[in-house]
């Protein structure tokens, strides 16, 4: 997670992160040749999976949530219309 963040800006999910991690420490090991062409595809956006990095790398809990990316009216926060407000 934070190689990706870090070096192309990209919030990769937690099961996205542990497929670069992997690949990463095969590289290291010499497993990959130099001239490989390697895809990784990442499966989601790490944004839900911040709370769960920051615990874990005992930072403090990030202000951005999944919230943020979502349209006005959606996620938890939205307030049900009620039946007798005119739409």
Do not use: N, Y
């Amino acid at each position: 997670m934070q190689v990706l963040g870090h070096t192309e800006g990209v919030l990769a999910a937690l099961e996205s992160a542990h497929a670069v991690g992997h690949l990463l420490e095969i590289a290291d090991r010499g497993e990959v040749p130099e001239d490989s062409v390697v895809v990784l595809c990442l499966s989601a956006l790490g944004d839900k999976d911040l709370g769960v990095a920051a615990d874990r790398l005992g930072l403090a809990q990030p202000l951005i949530s999944s919230e943020v990316f979502m349209a006005p009216g959606e996620g938890p926060r939205a307030t049900p219309a009620h039946e007798d407000e005119p739409s």
